[in-house]
T-cell receptor, first 110, second 116 residues
Framework: DAKTTQPTSMDCAEGRAANLPCNHS???????VYWYRQIHSQGPQYIIH???NNETNEMASLIITEDRKSSTLILPHATLRDTAVYYC???????????FGPGTSLSVIP | SAVISQKPSRDICQRGTSLTIQCQVD?????MFWYRQQPGQSLTLIAT?????????ESGFVIDKFPISRPNLTFSTLTVSNMSPEDSSIYLC?????????????FGPGTRLTVL
């Protein structure tokens, strides 16, 4: 079973920040939080990952709470092309098998 | 990043037949993974394939139904055997690979299988 829980769906206005929450209350000390997304009819795409510090790259920011039991993926300026299903996953490394939950279906609205 | 291709991209098959899906990577990787995504569902891991050893199957998946080959570090095949309409899904391979300062997984584009 997936170790994370996410809202089923969310809407975001184009140009605004999209904040996608994820709960992972049973995360262990050596597990990372990974985020992937799947645009319709494509394979999943890696977005970002982190252990306990906040992380930022050209795609998104990842905010992890101090107790590591939850995190938030932030897309700072959502575009229509960000409409996708977003998966939050915990795993020791990418060598660890990745178990996908149902994810959050994000719709970016014009 | 790793570039992954899959063949075929889609196929329509008759029940009772078998289909072999190929996954080719542009660099050598240790671990390859095969996933199934049924219509409207999330991805489900079928098995992990390491070069030179038997694939490790997840609960609910067996080698007789989904035999996997891993002849070298850049290639793998998944066969869907004795197909039924319930096997209609997207099948994806993924590999671990370097990226963004730490290893991540990269996914192929998927093979869309329809069984009639």
């Amino acid at each position: 079973d997936a170790k994370t829980t996410q809202p089923t769906s969310m809407d975001c206005a184009e140009g605004r920040a999209a904040n996608l929450p994820c709960n992972h209350s049973t995360i262990s000390g050596n597990e990372y939080v990974y985020w992937y997304r799947q645009i319709h009819s494509q394979g999943p795409q890696y977005i970002i990952h982190g252990l306990k510090n906040n992380e930022t790259n050209e795609m998104a920011s990842l905010i992890i709470t101090e107790d590591r039991k939850s995190s938030t993926l932030i897309l700072p300026h959502a575009t229509l092309r960000d409409t996708a299903v977003y998966y939050c996953i915990v795993a020791k490394t990418s060598y660890d098998k990745v178990i996908f939950g149902p994810g959050t279906s994000l719709s970016v609205i014009p | 990043s790793a570039v992954i291709s899959q063949k075929p991209s889609r196929d329509i098959c008759q029940r009772g037949t078998s289909l072999t899906i190929q996954c080719q990577v542009d660099s050598q990787v240790t671990m390859m993974f095969w996933y199934r995504q049924q219509p409207g569902q999330s991805l489900t891991l079928i098995a992990t394939a390491n070069q030179g050893s038997e694939a490790t199957y997840e609960s609910g998946f067996v080698i007789d139904k989904f035999p996997i080959s891993r002849p070298n570090l850049t290639f793998s095949t998944l066969t869907v055997s004795n197909m039924s309409p319930e096997d209609s899904s997207i099948y994806l391979c993924s590999v671990e690979g370097p990226g963004y300062g730490a290893d991540t997984q990269y996914f192929g584009p998927g093979t869309r299988l329809t069984v009639l």
